[in-house]
C-alpha cells in the first residue's frame, strides 16, 4: 500500500503565497515521480507540476514563473510554492505519486481558495 497525506491548503488574497507539502509512505513505495494536480469546480483535473527523483521539473504554463516544486527523498516528501496567486488557482490540489510501474497514487486533497 501506498500513503500520501498533504497539508497547507487554505485561504488566501490574490498576490499571496501558500505552501503545499505531501509526504508518503508505504510499503510498496520506491523512489519515483511525484508531483501536484488541482481540480476546478466543473473542470477536469489539470497537472500543475511534477518533480522526478534526479529533481527534473515540468510545470503548466499558467504557473511557470509562479510555482516551485521541490522534495526530499530521505522524508518521501514533495512541496509546492505557490506564490503571486491568482482567483483562477483556486482548486483542490491533489499531490500524486506515480509507481515505477505507472500505477498513480493519490492524497486526499488540500484546498486553496484564493479571493480577488
Known amino acids: 500500500q501506498v500513503q500520501l497525506v498533504e497539508s497547507g491548503g487554505g485561504l488566501v488574497q490574490a498576490g499571496g503565497s501558500l505552501r503545499l507539502s505531501c509526504t508518503v509512505s508505504?510499503?510498496?513505495?520506491?523512489?519515483?515521480?511525484m508531483g501536484w494536480y488541482r481540480q476546478a469546480p466543473g473542470k477536469q483535473r489539470e497537472l500543475v507540476a511534477t518533480i522526478t527523483v534526479g529533481g527534473a521539473r515540468n510545470f503548466a504554463d499558467s504557473v511557470k514563473g509562479r510555482f516551485t516544486i521541490s522534495r526530499d527523498n530521505t522524508k518521501n516528501t514533495v512541496w509546492l510554492q505557490m506564490n503571486s496567486l491568482k482567483p483562477e488557482d483556486t482548486a483542490v490540489y491533489y499531490c500524486?505519486?506515480?509507481?515505477?510501474?505507472?500505477?498513480?497514487?493519490w492524497g486526499q486533497g488540500t484546498q486553496v481558495t484564493v479571493s480577488s
Open positions: 500524486n505519486y506515480r509507481s515505477p510501474n505507472d500505477r498513480d497514487y
Open positions: 508505504g510499503n510498496r513505495f520506491s523512489l519515483n515521480t
